[in-house]
């Protein structure tokens, strides 16, 4: 199979990577560009989020991953919260910090990548990853 979840999801997570780092350069250099940039990045990690939420979690057949899919949820939560109050500081026109979002995006993305996409791609049937692979690709190409 050319494609997989995990390398679908390896791809997302070097978008958003990507975009935080040129938000972080950006907001040293035009603060007014920054809010287009954060919109964006904001924007992508909805739409991950929304991938993970709907085309993976809920098509996985229930097994021993629950645990993680609860912790990566809840830490779903917490990137959304610290989204919200950056959203907050460029809307008061303050420079925000974005050290506790990339710290808590670096410890997601490699749990995800290090183990729990490697875990689902062992112990899915061909069938499911099919199924995942199809609806992941069907929310990033539209």
């Known amino acids: 199979m050319a494609d997989s979840i995990v390398n679908l999801m390896l791809k997302e997570h070097k978008i958003i990577n990507e975009l935080l780092?040129?938000?972080?350069?950006?907001?040293?250099?035009?603060?007014?560009?920054?809010?287009?940039?954060?919109s964006?990045?904001?924007w992508d990690i909805e739409k991950h989020f929304f991938i993970e939420e709907r085309a993976i979690f809920k098509l996985y057949p229930k097994n021993n991953l629950d645990k993680d899919i609860k912790r990566l949820l809840d830490e779903h939560k917490k990137i959304t919260n610290l989204?919200?109050?950056?959203?907050e500081e460029i809307s008061n026109g303050?420079?925000?910090?974005?050290?506790?979002?990339?710290?808590?995006?670096?410890?997601?993305?490699?749990?995800?990548n290090d183990t729990f996409y490697p875990r689902l791609e062992n112990e899915l049937n061909e069938e499911e990853k099919i199924l995942i692979i199809e609806r992941v690709k069907e929310i990033i190409e539209g």
């Open 21 to 38: 780092s040129y938000f972080e350069d950006i907001i040293e250099e035009d603060f007014s560009d920054s809010k287009n940039v954060f």
């Open 40 to 42: 964006k990045l904001n």
């Open 83 to 87: 989204l919200d109050l950056i959203s």
């Open 94 to 112: 303050k420079k925000p910090s974005t050290h506790n979002l990339k710290t808590l995006l670096s410890n997601h993305s490699r749990f995800e």
